[in-house]
């Protein structure tokens, strides 16, 4: 299978499944979940705080005056429409008030993003900006008018069929009009060397309320409508190019393939649909990208996208794109200790501005890495992660590297199948089941019926009036063997990846697709950044 742009493209699955896990834990109806996943900017955390803080009631809606028509009147769409909108409707002020531009009193090297919707448009300039300043101070980054018509620019040309192609730049005729029935103006520029003081001469309009989608049809335009339809739709793409989420319009990756590489394939995994690798990626861009679905599906993101000519990676976390940068290539060698800057413009964890300390302890993943394979474990090697110890978590909740974890250790078992080590793989490290470090007094958990709880519904433990026979399963405690409680520190490193996914905050297993375990702290001694 290959990374395909449904599921990063619109979060469809992803969010539907939200939606699903919101109304199970909260009892709010679909529309609810619908509803606050939305405020909530896609983060289930944030979304049913939102939602118990208001006792369980949907933000108040604006009754419907006496005698308003309770239905919009019908609006007859252009052809194109349907290839770029979802709806034949006004399109959402995410779309028609974001604006290309820093807010006054706050970083000016970044672009705040007031509402959910065009983060990736938002990322693809903001990233090029960063290509020109990646190597400056935070302090000196500026996204200027010079700067995103620089962006633009790039932008514009490069979504051009050939060389030979005019770029075409369109606008509404009535400026901020963006419904089905506006009429747009459409400027056909064929001197590729005038593209960017035209550019200039319209900054305003870009870097204004609703200049994305002036940005956004301008490129589709130059494209051509024929050849993005193709193009969306090979590999199992689809369109519309901003398709709706719940109550959102969001980018999809076949339009941010669109603005970053000038072609509006989406598919950004390692494979092509024929199964053989995906070489459409590379050289095509300055900048790259590092996704969390590459470790919650198991489909790697492309190497180009991984490692590409400047330091900044556009970050995808499944809800929301951000970006995160570095003044250098950092080496790809273990042990490199280098600094990321960070950005995110969506509340509610931004607008924020980070520096990020990373420590590559396995260094970078350079080319294809290779797929796990399942061994079956040998005795003596730790078998199974139960629980972390409640006390840990209490005292200290964000630093699972501290935490003691309760695992059993694997025993010889006929029944279990498992590739065979070949010499090139080394054994997995053994641990003793008597080592007095990681044993405790009291009640304790019986390895054998463990394995069996899901047949039997007993998860309880053996108490401690018994300490050597367990009356369960009527053997002794050697017999049946017994589980243990050791440092996160002492566990074999796949059982300490594991966790790190596991507890981790969403950007660290994002970084880690590209620096594999790295320790990621922010410098400001505060918890890591939302992404």
Known sequence: SILRPKPLRSRTDANKLKGAMFKEMTGASAEHAAMFLEMAGGDMETAIQLYFDGGGAAPMEVEQQAGASPTAPSVQAPE????????????????????????????????????????GVLAVVHGLILVDQHHLDVSQIEVSAEAVANAVSKILLRCRPDEGSPVKMVRPKEKGQYGPASELYVTEITDPSSVLDTVKARIQDFQGPGGIIDLMYSAIWTRGFDLVKKEATSEGGELPLVPKVFNSWLCSMELLSLLLRGIARGNVGIYSGDGTRNTSWDGACEIGLLSSFEKEQGIPVNEALKAPKVPVWILHGGDHFTLAWSKCLPSEAPGTEFSLNFWNGLPPGGPMLAELAVHAVKGAIVGKEAQPKFFKPEPGEVDEVIQADPADKAQKPNNYRSWRFEVTLAWDRPDLEGEVR???????????????????????????????????GDFSLVPDESPDFCPKCNKTRKECGWSIWMPFADLPPKKQEMLMVRHAKKIEPILWTKWPAAEVRNTSGGELPAC
């Open 422 to 456: 070949g010499p090139d793989v080394p054994p997995e490290p053994k641990v003793d089941q008597e080592d007095a470090r990681y044993q405790r007094s009291g009640p304790w958990r019986c390895r054998s019926c463990y394995d069996k709880r899901f047949q039997t």
């Open 80 to 119: 194109w429409w349907n290839v770029i909108w979802p709806c034949v409707e006004e399109p959402p002020e995410a779309w028609t008030r974001q604006q290309l531009s820093h807010q006054d009193g706050s970083w000016k090297g970044g672009i705040p993003q007031p509402k959910n919707g065009p983060c």
